[in-house]
C-alpha cells in the first residue's frame, strides 16, 4: 500500500500487460448527502494517486512500474453511482490538463502515460 498524507492507495497491480500497472482505489458507501466532503477526500486520493506516479514513488515501491502506463482505478460500491460517475468523468477529462501536471507526465521518467477507470457495482 502507497500511502501519502491520509490519502492511500488499496493495492497496486499489474494490468493485462506488463505495459500497465494499476493504482486501485476502494470507495464504500453508502454516503449520505450532501456528497461534497466524500467528493473532496475522493478527489484528493485521486490527486495522491497521480502524484505518487508522476513523483516515483509508485516506482520506488514496484520498480517493475517505472516507464509503463499507469491506471488510476477507482472500485465503488454502494456508492451514488450517477454522482460519482458524473465527478469521475470531469476529474478524468481535466486532471491532467493542468500545465504543471501535463510537463510533470510529458518529463517523467517514471511513468509513460496515466489514465482512469471507474468500476461501480
Not at 58 to 85: H, I, M, N
Request: glycine letters at 6%.
Amino acid at each position: 500500500m502507497i500511502a501519502k498524507s491520509d490519502a492511500k492507495v488499496d493495492f497496486v497491480t499489474r494490468g493485462d500487460t506488463g505495459e500497465e500497472w494499476r493504482m486501485v482505489l476502494v470507495e464504500e458507501g453508502p454516503w449520505n448527502p450532501p456528497y461534497d466532503d466524500a467528493m473532496r477526500r475522493l478527489q484528493a486520493r485521486l490527486y495522491d494517486c497521480v502524484d505518487a506516479a508522476l513523483d516515483g514513488q509508485l516506482a520506488s515501491k514496484f520498480p517493475d512500474s517505472r516507464g509503463k502506463r499507469v491506471v488510476v482505478q477507482l472500485d465503488g460500491y454502494r456508492l451514488p453511482e450517477s454522482e460519482v460517475g458524473s465527478f469521475f468523468s470531469r476529474f478524468a477529462a481535466g486532471a491532467l490538463n493542468t500545465d504543471e501536471y501535463r510537463t510533470a507526465l510529458a518529463s517523467s521518467t517514471y511513468v509513460s502515460a496515466i489514465s482512469f477507470e471507474l468500476n461501480l457495482s
